[in-house]
């Protein structure tokens, strides 16, 4: 079956810090990836994503490439800030997007 | 982009009485919603899939009789939360998409609170 497996927090960095999140997941077929991003006191944001292969989602300076030999799609930001404090998900849908998985979600706190 | 609604963002209520949250897809129709409960520092609990037009499928220890589910239109769906209790209270966030580039879009949230 499908399932998302996601590096357990809480993480805490300084600020410009270098941050990676694990995510890896077991899937049948080719299924498309995501991470989102749910700040203190909001609901889910979708942050990036990847439908094949080798592709690389980025935003907001946040990056994650689906890599089908590895299983994985960790998140990735070169130099993070006080206000990416939230909790990170990854998660995964079927081709038809009519099953999702979340991972357990990680917990990032940056201090000044 | 597609936008997911959902209101009311909080709501209180007595014990015993209902409450509704409704979820919109303002831009997209959406053949297929989901309704999630989050407990507090904790990750998300899928609740329910609501069909348009037929009956939502609830997982494994959901109550259906206690959250009621309606999926009336290609862009409304309902969550019906009767006769609540304390431990009903939580945040629930509803979901819609597949459609639209395989994406979920996920509604704002709901926090419900019951005393």
């Known amino acids: 079956g499908n399932s998302v497996t996601q590096m357990e927090g809480p993480v805490t960095l300084s600020e410009e810090a270098f941050l990676t999140i694990n995510c890896t997941y077991t899937?049948?077929?080719?299924?498309?990836l995501f991470w989102y991003v749910q700040y203190p006191g909001e609901g889910l944001q979708l942050l990036l994503k990847a439908t094949k292969a080798d592709d690389k989602g980025s935003n907001k300076g946040f990056e994650a490439t689906y890599r089908k030999e590895t299983t994985s799609f960790h998140l990735e930001k070169g130099s993070v800030q006080v206000s990416d404090s939230a909790v990170y998900f990854c998660a995964l849908s079927d081709r038809a997007g009519n099953q999702f998985y979340f991972g357990t979600g990680t917990s990032l706190t940056v201090i000044p | 982009g597609a936008v997911v609604s959902q209101h009311p963002s909080r709501v209180i209520c007595k014990s015993g009485t209902s409450v509704k949250i409704e979820c919109r897809s303002l831009d997209f129709q959406a053949t297929t919603m989901f309704w999630y409960r989050q407990f507090p520092k904790q990750s998300l609990m899928l609740m329910a899939t609501s069909n348009e037009g037929s009956k939502a499928t609830y997982e494994q220890g959901v109550e259906k009789d206690k959250f009621l589910i309606n999926h009336a239109s290609l862009t409304l769906s309902t969550l019906t939360v009767t006769s609540a209790h304390p431990e009903d209270s939580s945040f629930y966030i509803c979901?819609?998409?597949?459609?639209?580039?395989?994406?979920?879009?996920f509604g704002e949230g709901s926090w419900l609170t019951v005393v």
């Open positions: 899937a049948t077929g080719y299924p498309s």
């Open positions: 979901s819609a998409g597949g459609q639209v580039g395989n994406t979920i879009y």
